[in-house]
């Protein structure tokens, strides 16, 4: 019974490790996203490099993943809500790999975009 009354004070203590909560609404660049009314600018996804198919591509890519998505923001870092609780790598870290990914394997992952 001890540890059915931890449950709120759990949820509680989460909810205010984190600076609001949301839903992408959205994608505004690779390094911007709309959470509700307020822009985020991501720390640590750097575009530089990319050219414009790749860009394209990546937009293409992550627009309709993360767009409607219910999100925790902390500072410039965003997490996927997973009904109350999140994964420890951010959208951000998830965005980056893509964006390495891309560089690293085109044009053999992705259609090329003239």
Same mark, same amino acid.
């Given at each position: 019974?001890?540890?059915?009354a931890?449950?709120?004070?759990?949820? !509680?203590?989460?909810?205010? %490790?984190?600076?609001?909560?949301?839903? #992408? /609404?959205?994608?505004? +660049?690779?390094? =911007?996203?709309? @959470?509700?009314?307020?822009?985020?600018?991501?720390a640590?996804v750097?575009?530089?490099? !990319?050219?414009?198919?790749? %860009?394209?591509?990546?937009?293409?890519? #992550? /627009?309709?993943?993360? +767009?409607?998505? =219910?999100?925790? @923001?902390?500072?410039s870092?965003?997490?996927?809500?997973?009904?109350?609780?999140?994964?420890?790598?951010?959208?951000?870290?998830?965005?980056?790999?893509?964006?390495?990914?891309i560089?690293?394997?085109?044009?053999?992952?992705?259609?090329?975009?003239?």
């Open positions: 019974m001890n540890l059915l931890l449950i709120p004070v759990l949820i !509680l203590v989460q909810a205010s %490790y984190f600076d609001m909560q949301g839903t #992408i /609404k959205e994608v505004v +660049t690779p390094t =911007d996203i709309l @959470v509700d009314n307020k822009t985020i600018k991501l640590d750097d575009i530089s490099g !990319l050219t414009n198919g790749q %860009y394209i591509y990546l937009m293409n890519d #992550i /627009k309709p993943w993360l +767009t409607g998505k =219910d999100v925790f @923001v902390k500072g870092y965003v997490y996927f809500d997973l009904q109350g609780s999140y994964n420890s790598v951010s959208i951000n870290e998830m965005i980056q790999k893509e964006i390495e990914n560089k690293e394997n085109w044009p053999y992952c992705c259609y090329r975009i003239r």
